[in-house]
């Protein structure tokens, strides 16, 4: 049963897609805000040292004999000291007058008093950190605001930041890759579940609608379920359809068979050649329909069966056999003679109720048109495969419509009067492609057609 | 700083036409693009470096620029396009100008951490403050070898000493300066040395090369902060003098270079840095060049080093250079006789 | 011969009965599966004909209980259905043969023929007319000490006459006989068998007369 489905997009792409996307969103946010974490506290540890700096020089101001004086120490610059080198800036002013250090330092607004202010300036045309602090210094009627400002540029700063940058992205993406990882691998264990309920199911016999035991994960739960219960609803249903067929068919060959028989007996009675002929006529109607109804349940059978086939080892020779057993009678009546021969051990594998239906079709059809007191061989071989071949001594096939007689209710035009549906060499060329074999038909240089269904 | 611009607008034009320089000389082949080094070492001690730069570099002419730490810093930074390369020992000045944004980057030399600035500013040499005694002043004593001996001895006979002491003078010599304030951070004693100098009327100097002319004739007995290397450099003071190196703490300072931000040959510049770093550290003929090398390791004594740092600006601050010259002025003018110039 | 029919579908067995009537034979009929059993028990049957579905149980149970009662009766299933498998498994069940609905009664004629024949020596049902010998099951006919074997129409159409000798019967009535209802054969078709019956008859008591216009008649001496 290998029914198209139609398929939109994959259930396991779009997890994995979906993880790997979340890892990848996570590692990008995990990026951003582990370096502005960490461009916060570099910037924190900047400012504490220029802070610091700040403090160092302000604590030094003094006034002296009505002069201030800011005698700050060594340390208060060599702090700053960066591994990047970075350049120092400082103003120390008195009120509005800058008294030492770079003039032209953007002054920083700040109110008196204030301890530490930070703010980022441009100076000399590159972005320097400042910080600044004020303090009021009192002499003797002596009153004075001295604020100090130290910048400092940030290269150890984005030197730093650039680093843990590196870091960050470093362990972002490990941490993107690993997450990858896991991915695919949850993806796989999950629908390696999936995977192992399809083979169940698959592995399955053509009629076994029983259904699915096995454990399965709670989320397949509902599938699983839906699936038994298709199964059994299928099981119910097919059950009724065979009863239905079983219960039509005898429903109406019982009638036939009474009316038939009644014409039979009819027919022994009367005499004139018009009521002999009608009788005749109907006898032959009667033949025809069921022959037609039971070639088509049987052409519908095998459909079914040919979706879902059955394997099994056949003996060709043993069904062949059996086959003559029952069809002698037949046969005797048109005193034909089945002849068969044996060569070689031929076996195949498939459904031995569809192989012996074929081949009681191909025989049939000899019988059929073959002339009275004539012999029908059938040979069974396994050279070069498994084969049977029908030989009649009839009229042969038509040589113009050979190649089409196996379509469904055709009917060689040569066969006027004989009781056929044109499924019969339909129901043996399904068989023959359903076990992979061919049928194949061809004329007797010595007259006489021959049929061969090879496997 | 404003004052300085206008000051150095003013002054410009009479640099442009006669400089007071101590030396200048060219190097090379005049027609050739000329490179502009302005300097505070002596000619002598840099000719070796520049023949061999111009060896290389054929195609180059250099003028060789002599002048004092202090006027140096003023002159450039009045026209800092004028000159490719600054070379000074006052390391305090060269790294506020490094600080300031005078200096250029050049990315390709490849310098110890320690012995560079940003990228810009190098040093090339480690030269320690001695101190250089007349071997015939001290006929029959023993030699001070630090600077607490030296204060006993000039303590000890006073009339002997006097008038025979020499050392910088930190106002003219940014050098001096920054030995002075170097010295100032480390010790006390240097306070106590400076006043005892001063109590003898010690002589005071603008240049090495005169203390040591002043030393070598007997003038003077002993010199304080000199650069041993200009006294062991001269064949004719050498047997003379004693260099000495006081073991109880060293001030060493390294002369640096950089290329000026404004230069028009930024390549030839900073291909002479690079030959100038190269020769003076690794060069194979390090001792065929006059100038003492920069000696890559501490040594035992553990001599440390000026480092090179922007903490170098503390003392040239206004307010601190203010009051650490009127303590130094205090201590070392005594007399009322002004101080020899 | 004396057959069992077990139909439920009284119309059919009617018309079943009265058709084989007509070729000598006698029937019983048997509605139900309790009767059946009951015929079949006390009854002397050539041969049972079973419907296999019945209104009080599967055929296929009349089957295994027949067989179990170790009686060797020959069964001839009559099937409704067309399903390759369904005859398969009735024939399993010990079915001698088996029968599609409708069907044509030369081929259940022949049918049981094969069947008695596959059965030797449970009947004789041997025919004697003037110094002739007919065995219609093992299918010769001996005259003197000399066997002629008969093929099946030659059979069929001897079978005929010798129902009832004396008697006339039509050349139609003979094709009948002879031929299946998909033939289109003409009147004189009967003509060879007669020929060939008659050759088989040389050096006997017995004859075939034409009777022209009227038919043909087994007579003897």
Not at chain 2, 173 to 191: I, K, P, V
Not at chain 2, 223 to 240: E, I, P
Request: aromatic share 6%.
């Amino acid at each position: 049963m290998t029914e198209v489905v139609r398929v939109a997009g994959s259930l396991r792409n779009r997890l994995a897609v979906t993880l790997v996307g979340g890892a990848a969103v996570l590692a990008i946010l995990l990026f951003v805000v582990v370096r502005n974490y960490a461009a916060q506290i570099a910037q924190a540890g900047q400012d504490q040292i220029i802070g610091a700096s700040v403090s160092s020089i302000l604590d030094a101001a003094v006034v002296r004999d009505g002069v201030v004086d800011v005698d700050f120490p060594y340390a208060s610059l060599s702090m700053l000291s960066t591994e990047f080198d970075d350049r120092v800036f400082y103003a120390i002013y008195q009120d509005d007058a800058v008294i030492s250090g770079y003039d032209t330092l953007p002054r920083s607004d700040i109110a008196a008093n204030t301890d530490r202010q930070y703010e980022t300036v441009v100076f000399d045309g590159v972005p320097v950190r400042l910080a600044s602090a004020s303090r009021t210094l009192i002499g003797a009627g002596f009153r004075t605001n001295i604020v100090v400002s130290v910048g400092q540029t940030q290269d150890a700063l984005s030197g730093t930041l650039n680093g843990i940058s590196r870091n960050v992205a470093l362990f972002g993406a490990g941490f993107f890759a690993l997450a990858t990882l896991i991915a695919f691998w949850a993806t796989s264990t999950t629908f390696g579940q999936l995977q192992a309920l399809t083979t169940a199911i698959t592995r399955r016999g053509p009629k076994d609608l029983r259904p699915v035991v096995k454990p399965i994960p709670a989320e397949l739960a509902p599938l699983v379920s839906s699936l038994n219960s298709l199964m059994a609803r299928l099981n119910q249903s097919l059950l009724q359809s065979e009863n239905f067929i079983t219960e039509a068919a005898h429903r109406v060959r019982t009638p036939l068979a009474t009316v038939r028989s009644h014409a039979e007996t009819t027919l022994h009675r009367v005499e004139r050649p018009e009521n002999r002929q009608a009788l005749r006529a109907m006898v032959r109607a009667i033949d025809e329909s069921s022959r037609a109804a039971g070639q088509l349940l049987d052409h519908a059978m095998i459909a079914f069966r040919a979706d879902n086939l059955d394997q099994q080892d056949i003996d060709l020779g043993a069904l062949v056999q059996e086959l003559l057993v029952q069809l002698t009678p037949i046969a005797e009546m048109k005193d034909i003679d089945l002849e068969m021969t044996q060569d070689g051990n031929a076996a195949v594998r498939g459904d031995p109720i569809l192989v012996q239906n074929a081949l009681r079709n191909l025989i049939d059809n000899a019988l059929k048109y073959s002339p009275a007191e004539s012999t029908i061989t059938i040979s069974v071989s396994d050279v070069p495969t498994a084969h049977v071949r029908v030989c009649d001594q009839g009229t042969g096939f038509d040589p113009d419509e050979i190649d089409d007689l196996a379509k469904r209710f055709k009917r060689g035009t040569n066969v006027a009067g004989i009781v056929g549906s044109g499924l019969g060499l339909t129901i043996v060329e399904d068989v023959a492609h359903a076990h992979g074999g061919k049928l194949t038909l061809e004329n007797q240089k010595t007259g006489g057609a021959c049929v061969t269904l090879s496997f | 700083m404003r004052y300085l611009v206008l000051l150095a607008l003013w002054v410009l034009p009479m640099l442009a036409h006669a400089q007071d320089w101590e030396d200048q000389r060219m190097f090379g082949v005049d027609s050739s693009p000329t490179m502009r080094i302005i300097s505070s070492t002596d000619t002598s001690f840099f000719a070796p470096i520049i023949e061999s730069f111009l060896a290389e570099r054929p195609d180059v002419s250099i003028e060789y620029l002599v002048t004092g730490t202090a006027d140096l810093d003023q002159i450039f930074r009045a026209s800092p396009a004028e000159f490719d390369v600054v070379i000074s020992s006052a390391m305090d000045l060269q790294l506020k100008l490094a600080n300031d944004g005078f200096a250029q980057r050049i990315d390709d030399i490849t310098h110890p951490a320690w012995a560079q600035w940003r990228q810009s500013l190098f040093a090339f040499t480690t030269e320690p403050a001695t101190i250089v005694i007349n071997k015939a002043a001290f006929a029959g004593q023993d030699v001070p070898r630090t600077r607490l001996e030296l204060i006993q001895a000039l303590r000890a006979d006073p009339d002997r000493f006097r008038g025979r002491v020499g050392t910088y003078d930190v106002r003219q010599s940014g050098l001096g300066y920054l030995f002075a304030t170097q010295d100032a951070r480390a010790s006390e004693s240097f306070w106590r040395l400076t006043e005892v100098m001063g109590s003898l009327d010690a002589r005071l100097y603008c240049c090495s090369g005169e203390m040591i002319d002043d030393l070598a004739d007997g003038t003077i007995a002993v010199a304080y902060n000199v650069l041993g290397s200009y006294a062991q450099a001269r064949q004719d003071t050498r047997d003379k003098l004693e260099v000495i190196l006081p073991s109880d703490f060293p001030t060493t300072m390294m002369r640096t270079a950089f290329v000026s931000r404004d230069t028009l040959q930024p390549q030839t510049a900073a291909d002479f840095i690079r030959h100038l770093t190269i020769a003076q550290s690794q060069g194979a003929d390090l001792a065929s060049f006059p100038l003492p090398p920069l000696i890559t390791e501490l040594d035992a004594a553990g001599r440390s080093r000026i480092a090179l740092e922007p903490a170098l600006m503390t003392y040239l601050d206004r307010l601190k250079r203010r009051t650490f010259m009127r303590e130094w002025e205090s201590a070392i003018i005594q007399s009322p006789s002004a101080p020899s110039q | 011969m004396r057959f069992l029919l077990v139909e439920d579908n009284i119309e059919l067995a009617k018309a079943i009965c009265s058709r084989m009537q007509l070729d000598g034979h006698v029937v019983d009929h048997a509605e139900r599966l309790e009767h059946a059993v009951a015929f079949s028990e006390t009854g002397e049957y050539d041969l049972i004909l079973l419907d296999i579905m019945l209104p009080d149980g599967d055929g296929r149970s009349f089957l295994k209980a027949h067989r179990a009662g170790e009686i060797d009766t020959p069964v001839i299933v009559l099937t409704a259905r067309s399903e390759v498998s369904d005859r398969i498994s009735v024939l399993d069940l010990g079915a001698d043969d088996y029968i599609t609905k409708p069907f044509d009664h030369a081929e259940l004629q022949a049918r049981c023929r094969a069947v008695l024949r596959r059965k030797a020596g449970t009947a004789k049902t041997i025919t004697r007319y003037g110094d002739v010998a007919f065995d219609p099951v093992a299918g010769n006919l001996t005259i003197g000490d000399r066997v002629i074997n008969l093929r099946n129409r030659e059979l069929r159409l001897l079978e005929l006459l010798i129902s009832a000798p004396g008697q006339i019967f039509p050349k139609t009535k003979l094709i009948d006989r002879l031929f299946s209802y998909e033939e289109d054969v003409s009147e004189n078709a009967v003509e060879v068998y007669i020929a060939r019956l008659r050759k088989h008859l040389e050096n006997s008591s017995v004859s075939i007369t034409t009777h022209r216009g009227l038919g043909y008649r087994l007579d003897h001496d």
